[in-house]
């Protein structure tokens, strides 16, 4: 029996405990500089490959794939999110799709409600006041935000992620309604209002909270006239994928004072963002961050591992297949 180790690509570093793991059992392509690899790199690198290990933000698009040695049997994103592989396109080529499902629910649940709660409570224009050692002392009025206790959450996408912000927000008093594109069980539903139309439920989102998977129909799916469809004073929270809403939409809303505020911690473009978001002092921002402590970039890694070694070590069926 032949002790060579599969070939597998890592686009990025991964976590200590992963890329270990990752470099005992492979043979494998790193990427020193951490940097996204544009198409021709990938190309190159990935000659001679089993397994590709990517991320979020790689372009495994259709003209990538077919540069694809014959070779690659199977890419293992390091993420939940897929749509940066064209799933179509790796399914024509035989290649299996993984992701990983479920480490990620509470570390993205726990940054919507840091999103949620900074721009509620003005926590950029304080931390930049402080900063700025602009902070002339205590007044009545100074920063004042929306209350959060007793207001509703509209919650659109209520898979794992969602139904895990709904248990954060309600801790803090708040109400919940949801869309998705399934009722969830009572069990599941722990009272939360369900709105078959997601537009239905727009006009009882004291804060809306975006948690559902980017797809040919939810792309700029919050756009003007759904943001007008919100109370006066809502703030959306983003935690999803950046093209969900139309940004020149968002920041619009924002400048008019139809929303409050705005918390995103995901971007159209990213890294690049609309400028115009970091002229609203009110905005609270982060460079997608949801899934970013050691435990569950850790988890992510080993659930991209199992995928891949049970492939290519062992011949299995990988357990977070997705095509
Ligand atoms: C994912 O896994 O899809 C996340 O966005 C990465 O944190």
């Known amino acids: 029996m032949s002790d060579r180790k599969p070939r597998v690509l890592a686009t990025r570093l991964f976590p200590p405990a992963v890329q270990a793991r990752l470099q005992a059992n492979f043979d494998a392509v790193l990427n020193p500089d951490d940097v ?40 293992a994103t390091f993420s ?6 064209d799933v179509a396109a790796a399914t024509k080529r035989g290649i299996v799709v993984t992701n990983t499902p479920d480490v990620l629910t509470d570390a993205t649940a726990d940054v919507a409600l840091l999103c949620l709660l900074g721009a509620a409570r003005r926590a950029q224009e304080g931390i930049d006041m402080l900063r700025g050692r602009r902070w002339i002392g205590w007044a009545p009025t100074q920063l004042m935000g929306t209350h ?39 069990e599941e539903e722990k009272g939360a209002i369900f709105h078959a139309d997601p537009e239905a439920m727009l006009p009882h989102c004291d804060f809306l909270s975006l948690n559902c998977p980017l797809t040919a129909e939810t792309r700029k799916w919050l756009n003007q006239a759904r943001i007008a469809r919100l109370p006066d004073g809502a703030v959306v929270v983003n935690t999803a994928r950046g093209p969900v809403v139309d940004d020149d939409a968002l920041i619009a809303a924002v400048r ?18 609309h400028p ?33 070694e049970a492939l290519l070590l062992r011949g299995e069926t990988p357990p977070h297949r997705v095509a």
């Open 36 to 75: 996204v690899y544009d198409a021709d790199r990938l190309a190159q690198a990935i000659a001679g490959c089993e397994g590709l290990m990517c991320a979020a933000g790689d372009p495994v698009n259709a003209a990538a794939i077919a540069r694809f040695p014959d070779s690659l049997r199977i890419i």
């Open 148 to 186: 959060v206790t007793g207001k509703r959450l509209g919650i659109l996408g209520m898979g794992r992620i969602g139904q895990a912000v709904a248990d954060r927000a309600r801790a803090f008093g708040m109400t919940i309604h949801y869309s998705n594109r399934k009722r969830l069980s009572p």
């Open 256 to 273: 008019s004072g139809k929303l409050a505020s705005v918390g995103l911690d995901v971007f159209d473009g990213e890294p690049k963002l």
């Open 80 to 85: 939940v999110g897929y749509e940066h592989v």
């Open 276 to 308: 115009g978001y970091l002229d609203l002092p009110n905005a609270f921002l982060l460079p997608h961050m949801g899934s970013a402590t050691l435990e569950t970039r850790n988890a992510m890694g080993f659930r991209a591992l199992d995928n891949l």
